[in-house]
């Protein structure tokens, strides 16, 4: 993300925009975030905000809209855009993608699935999405990296015949260990990137032969390549943050340039209007 963030910089510069970037880590910790973003606000007199992870950018919100401040979200909460008028949502849409893999599923012919639900809005969000294709389909909770034998051996006693969790790297890690201890060989239902990833695709290969899943488009071959350049030791784990960042940087900065006299009405027009970006 913060590589992303260096080359929307290079290139708003070369529109003849001269931007400073103000970069915080949250850590995970949404008191770290608060923290992070009032010293941002007071100290450093920033403009617009691009904040990752849903509780970091939930926690925020109010934040930035007390000092009415552009803001977009690169997470899975839609709950800012609907608290905050400032507020914009980029990331993944988890209850639109649950929903199109159910009703693939459906198409091809699965009666009855099944979500082991990770805690979060994101998995709020699958359900609702999933739900409106399998009405009432069993669920079962776990937290973040917590071991699901028991809930994959409540799925099994269900008799599901395909399994949805749009958790992270581990949590997908934890789900094909435990199907594959109950021996309970299902079609499965995961997010791309987080669960997805190289590390859940080469240890479960087989696993996941016929798995469904929604996310990003690809990123273009020339942002790749720019990437590349920027990053010679090939050190990225997730290109699509860095396209990410680079992206929706630049719309931030150009809506804020928009409107000189500061209106935080005409920056949300402005950036209402932003082009898509060929990354």
Known sequence: SLLGAKLAVEDLRSEGLEVSLVVGDHAFNTRTAVSEIQKQIVAD?????????????VAVSPVLLQH??????????????QSNPYAFKAYLDYEKGCREIAAFWKQNGIKQPGMIKGS??????????????FPGMPVVNYGFS????????????????AVINTGLEADALNMLKALGQIDFRVPVGVAEPDGATPAVLEKYREELEGYTTFGFPPVSPEFTERVRRADPQNSMKTLEAAAMSCVHIKQLARAVAACPT??????????????????
């Open 262 to 279: 500061g209106d935080s009405g005409c920056q949300v027009g402005a950036l209402a209007s932003s082009k898509s970006d060929s990354a």
């Open 68 to 81: 009415r401040i552009l803001f977009i979200s690169n997470s899975a909460a839609a709950s800012v855009t």
């Open 120 to 133: 979060g809005e994101f998995s709020d969000w699958c359900l609702r999405g999933a739900e409106k294709v």
């Open 146 to 161: 917590e071991d699901v034998t028991a809930q994959a051996l409540f799925m099994k006693g269900r008799k599901v015949d």
């Open 45 to 57: 007199r920033i403009d617009a905000s691009y904040v990752e992870f849903a509780p970091a950018a």
